[in-house]
Structures are given as C-alpha cells and as structure tokens.
C-alpha cells in the first residue's frame, strides 16, 4: 500500500514547519510563515474563560476561576432500591441514553429537558395537623423516557443519580417553571460598567456623519459593501469623536468599544491607494499558511497553491523585466520605438483644509493622468475636475490623443508601447483599443504601430508613481488647497529644474472651440465588436497582456496573453460590411455638450464648507452645475451608473 504520509524532511512539511530551506521550494516566498495582513480579530470560543464555560456546560472536567479542579459528570450506575423499583423498570442503557442527551445539550435545553421529565402538581392532601405549616406546595413526580419513547416513572433519588444533578440545582430549576420565569436568566444581566445607550447612539451617528460610498469594481463581490475616503483611518476618526464630545461636554466612550461599534453595525472599509500589496498574493499566503496547518491530509493541495503562486509571479516579473526592456530601448536615440506610461493620480479632494470638518463632508475631486515619456524620462500631467468630466475610458483616451499629436507628430521612431497597470477599466477595453486605432491610422503621425502592454495587477509600480510621489511631497508646502487651479499650481511646482512636469488642464473647449474631450461612439459605430478572433477563439479583454494595433490592417486588433515574443498573435476582425477603410478619417464628436453636474449632496456639502475658504474662491463653486441622484450612493470612484468599460475580477 502506498503511503501518503509526509516526512519531516519532505517539501511539504518543511513549508508547514516553517523550514524555506528544502532545495526543491526554494524559491517559494516565505510569505507562508507571515502573519496574516488583515485586522485581528477577537475569538470568543478561544478565550480560557469561555472554554471552561463549554466544558462545565456538557459535564466535562475544568478548572475553575479559582483554580479549584472540577470532576467529570460521569455516568454511575446505581441502585436506589426503593419500592419503585427503578432499575427494573428502565433498563441500563436507557439511563446512558438519558445521561449523554441531558449533557450533550445547552444551559436552556436542559432546563426544558428537566422540566419535560418532572411532572409538578399541587399537594392533593394533607396528613399534618391544620395548624402546623408545611413548606411543602408540590408533588414531583420523576420519569425517564425509554427506548421505545415510554415514559417510566421513578424515585428523586434515580432521577439526580441518572443525569448528576445535585438535589438544590433541581429544586432550583423546577422553580422557574412554577414562578412562570422558565427561560435562562443567565449572563443576561446588564454589566454595571456598559457604556449607556446614548452613548453608544452618539457613536454610531459620529461614524454615519463621514460620506460614504460604493464602489463599482466591488458590486459583484461585496454588493453591500461602503467606503469611506482613503484619507480616514479608525484612529482619526475616534480622536475626531473625542473632540467632538468635548465640545459637546459629554463623555467619550473608550477606542476599543468605538472599534467594536464600527465594524459590528457597519460594512465599510476605507479606499485603498491605487498601488498596494497584489491581491492575488495576499490570498495564496493565507490560503498556503491555512492548508499547510492541516498536514499530511492535503499536501497535493498546497504543492498545487504553491505552484500557481510561483507562476503569477513569474508573469509579474516577466512583464517587469519586459518594461525595463523597452525603456532601456527607448532612451536609445537608435532604438525603433518611443514607450510611454500612463496612469491616473488617485483623486485629489477639493477643497484641501486643516479643519477637521472637512473629513464630514463630500469633496470635489480633481483628477490627473499623469503620462511618462520614457524616451526623454518627462512626465506630462493632464488635469482636470469632476464638474468637467469624468474619468472613464473615453476621457483616458482623450488624453493620450492630445499627447501624441502635441508631443510626438515629428517623431522619428515608427512604433509607439503604451505601458500601463492592468487593475482599472479605463486601460483595457474597446474605447482604448479604438481610440489606438484611430491614431495609427492617421497618415499626418509617424507610428504604423501601436501595442499597449499591461502589467500584472498588484505588481503595476510605473515610473508614474515617482511623479505623483514628487506632487505629494510638494503638499507640505501647501497645507491648504482651495480650488482646482491651485492643484495644478502645486504640480508645476513639483518638479523644477531641466525636467520639470508639463502640465495640461484638459478644459473642455480650447479657444477655437473645440473639445478636448471626445466621444468614442462614431469609432464604435463603424466597427463589429466581434468576441472570437480570426480562429473562432473566445477574445479575453481580461487575461490581455498585449494589445497591438497596426496601419496595414486599419481595422484589426491583435492580442496576446502573455509577455512572451515567441506567442503568436490572435487577430480580431473588426471590419463591418459599407464602412470606412480606417478609423484615422472619422471625426470624434464631443464626449460631453456643457458642464458636467456634480450630485445636489455633494455640493451641499461643498457650499457648507464655503465659511473657510477665502470669498475670492466663493463664485467658483457655487456656479458648479448639480444634480439630485435619488438617493443613490455616490461612487468612491467617481465612475456613473452605467460603465463605459469591462469591470475586472483580481
């Protein structure tokens, strides 16, 4: 018989023993011996309290607070040898029986178990003089159910003996049946130390007072879930509430109580910043330190989680080493291709302020894409605020138009790579795709070829990142951001010197009146959004890794699901029978005919914050067009209803 037992010295138990030695998984993480990375959580079952509490409960031996050693409540046969003669009329396994289901049960099951075995009635009649008392009110009458579910009478003495009930706790226990109190009062009891009613109601109105919102990447799922800005944490906000009733000159309730409150009747997590730890490896550590805890049962399952870790990232250091590559290419003047970066800034909320009352309420966001010429290592930002536009696939894609005709139509180089992160809808979809379409298309640029590479998600740092870094440290200068001019002032002052940022506001018409920001819906009418490539395969937007546009094939987009050179490309036939040959000569329209409406709560809240901002800046938000949303939430990407891109599942 094969023996499927793991030895000490073999892979998989060396993972769960903590040894990262073992040649063979060497080059595993030792991520599997980390502690976990989300919030500790209390476990009442794990508590010595509570599990001497089980213990007395189902008659097995503890040890008491005092320190005093508790016995088994073990089953003793005996006889009582009364004239009922019980042991004749039940047999022994029937007192087993009853025994291990009396103890087996919980406090209150007991006591209806009792009281469903003891027949009470009032004394019938009396054989003591009238004058004398008797505290006897009762008849008890004792019976054990049999195998066959009959009930058979028997004395006091069997009934206690059978289940190990001491005569008081019984006498005790029938009581509440005649006192009409039945139901445990056990550990109901209010403590004398629990924080009053009104101030538990304070602290749940102190955490419903900061805006929440949802998110459209996590409707699938956690549909129920809000977020509060990535700005809060739980500290802030209870040093928040301190302060707050101090003002009020009430009394706060301790941190570990407004912690328990908040996550005991909220769903809400704070917004994450765009780059933080991969998703994906978080959940292979928990899920490999959790299997590798339940050895030798599963060591197939941890070498196959093991395995899958190990080739996520491989990919990820794969499409790194693939981004060095071309940047490295780049920056030679003989190379054949210009590479950019691009990603999006997380928000930047409007107006700024020191005074706390701001964390209470919904902000104006201002968006940046901040886009990396690798080729001269100059980063170029192009702003905007949400009473603008949004920041959706259409706009990212407004924006890399306006940079390629500003800033490469006199290139030398015949190919364009377009790096970004693989996280967010707005880099990887039709619009995108189409809009690269349309700008190899045009004979007046030099690219005949335009591939967009994706990093993979979790491990997505770009050279963007060092730009925004730069405009977050300028913020020590400016503790106070009063409208969106001033943001973009901060990011010119970000980088000075030879290379300084070259910043963009992306308003939505230029002096001659025509919009920078431009709809994709006249390229998508004149393309068949077909789902299977040239071989009739399945096209997966989601798994893309390379997306290549070409001049020659005017309406065709080639993937590839890997970094590898040596994969071969998957053509999509884009072309619809009666159209335009290419997408170069088809004039966008606008993305948007006015200003865009902000929600009716939000500028609310703004309007409420206008005592603490300047006069001079008054006019500006109170010309801000808005909406009411009928009660829907606001999303915590600022995204509408309706996505203009695919939602990915990390």
């Not at 794969?318 to 071309?326: F, G």
Request: hydrophobic share 30%.
């Amino acid at each position: 018989m094969e023996n499927n037992y793991q030895t000490p010295n073999s892979p998989v138990m060396s993972i769960a023993l903590g040894n990262t030695s073992s040649p063979i998984l060497s080059p595993v993480d030792p991520d599997v011996s980390e502690r976990s990375r989300g919030r500790k959580r209390a476990a009442p079952e794990k508590w010595k309290r509570n599990i001497s509490k089980q213990k007395r409960v189902h008659g097995e031996a503890y040890t008491s607070r005092s320190g005093k050693e508790i016995r088994e409540h073990k089953f003793i046969d005996f006889d009582c040898q009364c004239p009922l003669k019980c042991n004749a009329k039940c047999s022994l396994e029937d007192r087993q029986r009853m025994h291990k289901l009396y103890w087996k049960s919980s406090r209150s099951v007991k006591l209806a178990f009792i009281n469903g075995h003891v027949k009470q009635q009032k004394v019938a009649k009396r054989y003591i003089a009238e004058d004398t008392v008797s505290s006897r009110n009762m008849t008890r009458h004792f019976y054990v159910t049999t195998e066959d579910k009959a009930q058979v009478r028997v004395c006091k003495k069997m009934f206690c003996n059978i289940i190990q009930l001491a005569s008081g706790t019984l006498h005790r226990a029938l009581k509440k049946e005649v006192e009409g109190t039945f139901e445990e009062s056990r550990g109901k009891k209010a403590p004398g130390n629990k924080s009053p009613k009104t101030s538990v109601d304070n602290v749940i109105a102190h955490i419903n007072s900061f805006p929440h919102y949802i998110s459209h990447y996590a409707r699938k799922s956690s549909p129920d879930t809000k977020y509060l800005p990535q700005y809060l944490n739980l500290s802030l906000m209870y040093r928040m509430y301190v302060s707050d009733c101090k003002d009020k000159r009430s009394r706060p309730v301790g941190n570990s109580l407004y912690r328990k409150l908040f996550y005991d009747h909220f769903n809400l997590r704070f917004q994450q910043p765009k780059k933080d730890t991969c998703t994906r490896c978080d959940g292979y550590a928990a899920k490999i330190k959790a299997v590798a805890q339940d050895q030798p049962s599963r060591s197939a399952e941890l070498l196959s989680l093991i395995e899958e870790k190990e080739v996520h990232q491989s990919r990820a250091e794969a499409a790194r080493n693939r981004l060095v590559e071309d940047r490295r290419n780049a920056a030679n003047e003989e190379g054949v291709c210009d590479v950019i970066t691009f990603d999006l800034q997380s928000t930047l909320p409007t107006p700024r302020l020191s005074s706390n009352v701001v964390f209470y309420k919904r902000q104006l966001m201002v968006y940046n894409l901040g886009i990396h010429d690798c080729s001269t290592e100059t980063g170029y930002m192009y702003v905007w605020h949400e009473g603008e536009a949004s920041h959706g696939a259409q706009e990212i894609g407004s924006c890399l138009q306006r940079f390629v005709y500003a800033n490469k139509v006199n290139s030398s180089k015949r190919e364009l790579i377009a790096w970004s992160d693989s996280c967010r809808g707005q880099n990887r979809n039709i619009k995108i795709a189409l809009t690269m379409l349309k700008l190899v298309g045009d004979s007046d640029l030099p690219y005949v070829t335009i591939t967009q590479k994706f990093l993979e998600s979790g491990h997505s740092f770009l050279p963007n990142d060092a730009d925004f870094s730069d405009i977050e440290k300028r913020l020590k200068y400016h503790p106070e951001v009063y409208t969106p001019n001033a943001w973009y002032e901060i990011i010119k002052e970000a980088r000075t010197g030879k290379k300084p940022f070259s910043v963009t506001e992306m308003a939505q018409t230029n002096a001659s009146h025509q919009s920078y920001f431009l709809s994709t819906q006249d390229l998508e009418r004149s393309i068949a959004n077909r789902k299977v490539d040239t071989n009739k395969e399945k096209v997966s937007w989601l798994n893309a890794k390379q997306i290549r546009v070409v001049r020659e094939k005017p309406k065709s987009l080639f993937f590839r699901y890997s970094h590898e050179e040596e994969e071969e490309w998957k053509e999509v036939d884009l072309r619809k029978r009666g159209t335009t040959p290419s997408l170069g000569a088809i004039s966008q329209s606008a993305l948007y005919q006015g200003p865009r409406p902000i929600s009716s709560l939000k500028k609310k809240d703004i309007l409420s914050l206008l005592p603490l901002i300047p006069p001079c800046h008054h006019e500006f938000y109170t010309s801000i067009l808005s909406i009411d949303t009928h009660g829907r939430g606001e999303d915590v990407d600022g995204l509408p209803d309706v996505l203009d891109f695919v939602v990915e599942d990390i």
